[in-house]
């Protein structure tokens, strides 16, 4: 089923939603998705409840007999949790709930959650499938003919369709997936890894990373990375944080990753918390390492750090920094590593 991303997203909650239902939902969701659960489900007498992505097999002390579908998003958005997706799918199973799981970070290049046991794999076709950001879509793929027809219908009736345009787009991305997902992964370890030794950054959030949380579930359950992740800068006023980003000229400022530009962007882990609040001090940042060769991006992160620095203590300015180079060989990444 193809139709635009936040559509797919939507169909399949509403596919599963009904007077006194109970949906559970991965409290470290997409906004949007929290969005719809907030603004259109909750007031048409849904029951929603958001859990601890890190809960696993405990899923089933929440699940209820008017439980209709277990949400899952692994990498989490923003801070990019890894959820256990296998014990969570065999429990729901268990019980006879069916399960749902964004899985647009890892793309089907890095991830195949039907083979893992949940029943809908979402993907914001918007974002790696494409590939360029020149077109809106999304797809929902599912091991059972029942859930398609279900899925199907919804769709139907809310209007979601997708035009032969785009269509086009979508399958000219798809052509070039495998090449560009290998060099999102490598650039986005490189930078992760350089972000990490940093005396600015206090902590780099990347599911490679083995102290990160679900790295485990991560090595076991995908077979790579993208280049989304996340970084925590130690407290700076919004000022000097300001003077870091502005100056940017390879990263841009946006919201919608996935295409062949880098991006960087403040977010807000706190604001959409209830059962796994986020308390880390600092700022948070969301990386995208895009298609550009890794050392400008280095070095146009370096300025960027120099830019903050003297922007918080103001000094000469000299005639510039030394071209940076990377202190990590492209041959030392391996996923996982």
Request: with cysteine; proline share 6%; charged share 20%.
């Amino acid at each position: 089923m193809v139709q635009p991303g936040t559509a797919a997203i939507a169909t399949t909650l509403m596919a599963f939603a009904s007077s006194a239902s109970h949906l559970l939902v991965a409290d470290t969701a997409y906004r949007t998705t929290r969005n719809f659960c907030e603004e259109i489900l909750r007031p048409l007498g849904i029951d929603i409840t958001y859990y601890d992505p890190m809960i696993g097999a405990k899923i089933a002390d929440l699940i209820t007999p008017s439980t209709s579908l277990v949400y899952l998003e692994s990498p989490g958005s923003m801070t990019f949790e890894v959820q256990d997706i296998p014990a969570i799918a065999e429990v729901a199973r268990g019980r006879g709930v069916p399960t749902a799981i964004d899985a647009s970070w890892a793309s089907p290049m890095f991830l195949r959650p039907l083979a893992l046991g949940i029943d809908i794999s979402i993907q914001s076709g918007t974002k790696y499938l494409c590939g360029h950001s020149d077109v809106i879509f999304g797809t929902a793929a599912v091991r059972d003919e029942t859930i398609f027809r279900r899925l199907k219908g919804v769709a139907g009736r809310l209007g979601h369709r997708l035009g032969g345009e785009d269509c086009y787009l979508a399958l000219r991305g798809l052509r070039t997936l495998p090449v560009r997902m290998q060099r999102h992964q490598e650039t986005g370890l490189l930078l992760a890894k350089w972000l990490a030794a940093r005396p600015e950054v206090k902590q780099v959030l990347h599911p490679a990373f083995p102290n990160h949380p679900g790295h485990t579930s991560w090595r076991r359950d995908f077979t790579g990375a993208s280049g989304l992740f996340g970084v925590l800068l130690h407290h700076a006023p919004r000022s000097d944080i300001a003077a870091f980003l502005e100056g940017m000229k390879l990263f841009k400022m946006g919201s919608s990753w996935g295409g062949y530009e880098s991006l960087i962007v403040p977010v807000d882990a706190a604001s959409i918390r209830t059962d796994n609040p986020w308390r880390n001090e600092g700022v948070l940042l969301r990386l995208h390492a895009g298609l550009e060769t890794v050392d400008d991006l280095i070095a146009d992160l370096d300025e960027g750090f120099r830019r903050l620095r003297l922007h918080a203590t103001p000094e000469p300015v000299s005639a510039g920094p030394a071209p940076v180079r990377t202190s990590v060989r492209r041959t030392d990444i391996v996923a996982g590593s």
